[in-house]
Antibody, heavy 122, light 112 residues
Framework: QVQLVESGGGVVQPGRSLRLSCEASGFTFSSYAMYWVRQTPGKGLEWVAVISYDGSNKYYTDSVQGRLTISRDNSKNTLYLQMNSLRVEDTAVYYC???????????????WGQGTPVIVSS | DIVLTQTPLSLSVTPGQPASISCQSSQSLLHSDGRTYLYWYMQKPGQPSQLLIYEVSNRFSGVPDRFSGSGSGTDFTLKISRVEAEDVGVYYCMQCIQLPITFGQGTRLEIK
């Protein structure tokens, strides 16, 4: 069965860095685009970034552009989110999710991980 | 950005009774490819979010047939024909016709 397991969250000071990982299993990871989505009590669910199945295309929400970087290692079935210059407003639970269909083109998510919390605080 | 507005924000339903959640989009979600990119998810505490419905009305694998989706263009509805105790959670609509992908505020379903 499809499984997505995030890790790497924690408490970090503003301006510092953190790297989140999402280990995938139960499907051909290299065939699917992958997403990061975050959730806060105040703002609800917010899409953060997407990466194509082969890593050649990446897109970000405006508020994280230039600070957060999505990447993947298809040989390790792992998705990453490198988070630099963290801000208090980046505090959230971060989820990885799989695109419902293989290859390119539009589509939502079908499977989500359980999330990893990131707290940015001095 | 496309804004999705869900109503109501909370719902208290007696088991066995129907429930309905509305999602209104600020722009049409009908793409030139003929598909409408509106999804519904359910989130339970401590569990990964679950896909219920994709592209307005397609039930995802394993989703009970008491869940159904309908609508077109900018107005969409998720219906539960007979609510069960396990349906407690928060329901979200999501659009993926364009980036940024956006979500509704969520509707909390409780059991009376």
């Amino acid at each position: 069965q499809v499984q997505l397991v995030e890790s790497g969250g924690g408490v970090v000071q503003p301006g510092r860095s953190l790297r989140l990982s999402c280990e995938a299993s139960g499907f051909t990871f290299s065939s699917y685009a992958m997403y990061w989505v975050r959730q806060t009590p105040g703002k609800g669910l917010e899409w953060v970034a997407v990466i194509s199945y082969d890593g050649s295309n990446k897109y970000y929400t405006d508020s994280v552009q230039g600070r957060l970087t999505i990447s993947r290692d298809n040989s390790k079935n792992t998705l990453y989110l490198q988070m630099n210059s963290l801000r208090v407003e980046d505090t959230a639970v971060y989820y990885c999710a799989r695109k419902r269909t293989v290859g390119t083109g539009k589509g939502g998510f079908d499977y989500w991980g359980q999330g990893t919390p990131v707290i940015v605080s001095s | 950005d496309i804004v999705l507005t869900q109503t109501p924000l909370s719902l208290s339903v007696t088991p066995g009774q129907p429930a309905s959640i509305s999602c209104q989009s600020s722009q049409s979600l009908l793409h030139s490819d003929g598909r409408t990119y509106l999804y519904w998810y359910m989130q339970k505490p401590g569990q990964p979010s679950q896909l219920l419905i994709y592209e307005v009305s397609n039930r995802f694998s394993g989703v009970p047939d008491r869940f159904s989706g309908s609508g077109s263009g900018t107005d969409f509805t998720l219906k539960i024909s007979r609510v069960e105790a396990e349906d407690v959670g928060v329901y979200y609509c999501m659009q993926c016709i364009q980036l940024p992908i956006t979500f509704g505020q969520g509707t909390r379903l409780e059991i009376k």
